[in-house]
């Protein structure tokens, strides 16, 4: 047995699993904003699942975690993470380690989501392949002929932080015009709360009154025809288009894979980035590009760490 664990901006997923695949428990939990409230909630549920049953207590060899930001693969350390602030240098390998005696291997957990994806999902099929995953931020991922492409350090495809508007906002690694201020699900929030007020007729606006203004809120309204909400998606649309476009510019993939919350606006999501693709890419380049949604959201980046585990133990 191996446990996988997704640690993501807003939760973070666990999963009991054999060599194969077969998940046998999945369990999430929030992320909290404290180093330590995090790594407790970790080792409360890791302890959770071994006590799983008697023998899947005896039979976890290993335990792989996907973690959010830049990370030190071989020495198990987050270098830094823009979605939880408090990692600086964190050795949550040796933590973790410490606290369970179980050997833990650390994944950015963008790669972690394409690992599972390679191994069980539609990744599988195609042997060069982006995915992107759109939540609080944007990760990325690549395989190249076949095999995943992390980078000397683990950290590679941090495509969330590279600049699409040179002069633009402000992003939490320092940098500005970041990628992921403009086309992740945050984005939409804070693009949508920033014009609001300039459309009272919205049935946003209804909506707010007794609900948080989220993408998914906003997905809904531009399905029901808001116009408001139907212009921030076509926006956020198009900036992720343009990102797109850039990867399939440099990678040349034979398909586009999405994962993350803001995904799940696929139905308005896609057909503007494909026709932004044909705009700006190459002839030679855009033609024939597969794109699909993560096979199954919840499970496959946790799934993706842990079989880092399973390769790392074998
Ligand atoms: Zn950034």
Redesign the pocket.
């Known amino acids: 047995m191996y446990i996988g664990i997704d640690i993501g901006g807003t939760t973070i997923k666990f999963v009991l699993t054999d060599k194969k695949g077969n998940v046998l428990s999945f369990k999430k939990i929030p992320t909290e904003k404290n180093a330590q409230e995090i790594e407790d909630g970790i080792c409360r549920v890791i302890e959770e699942l071994k006590a799983f049953n008697e023998i899947a207590a005896k039979k976890v060899k290993g335990i792989g975690i996907g973690a959010a930001g830049a990370i030190d693969k071989a020495k198990g350390i987050i270098l830094t993470s823009?979605n939880i602030q408090a990692w600086k240098k964190y050795p949550l390998v040796k933590l973790i380690e410490g606290r369970t005696g179980i050997r833990t291997f650390l994944e950015n957990d963008a790669t972690a989501a394409l690992i599972g994806e390679l191994w069980l999902g539609n990744g599988k099929n195609f042997s060069n392949w982006i995915m992107l995953t759109l939540g609080t931020g944007i990760g990325g991922g690549v395989v190249i002929n076949g095999k995943v492409y992390t980078g000397r350090s683990g950290s590679a495809m941090e495509v969330?932080?590279t600049t699409i508007d040179y002069k633009g906002r402000k992003?939490?690694?320092g940098?500005r015009g970041?990628f992921?201020?403009y086309a992740s699900a945050t984005a939409v929030i804070e693009t949508a709360k920033s014009r609001l007020k300039k459309y009272p007729e919205s049935s946003v606006n209804k909506r707010i009154k007794n609900e948080n203004l989220t993408s998914k809120l906003l997905y809904d309204e531009a399905l029901k025809g808001d116009p408001f909400s139907n212009e921030i998606f076509a926006e956020i649309s198009e900036y992720l288009g343009i990102g797109i476009s850039n990867l399939i510019s440099i990678f040349n993939p034979e398909a586009v894979i999405l994962a993350g919350g803001l995904s799940r606006a696929h139905k308005i999501i896609f057909p503007i980035v494909k026709k932004v693709v044909q705009e700006r890419v190459q002839a030679g380049l855009k033609e024939n590009i597969k794109y699909l949604l993560i096979k199954d959201e919840e499970k496959t980046p946790a799934l993706g760490a842990a079989k880092t585990a399973i390769e790392c133990c074998a």
Request: charged share 20%.
């Open positions: 823009a969330g932080h992003c939490s690694c940098n970041c992921e201020r």
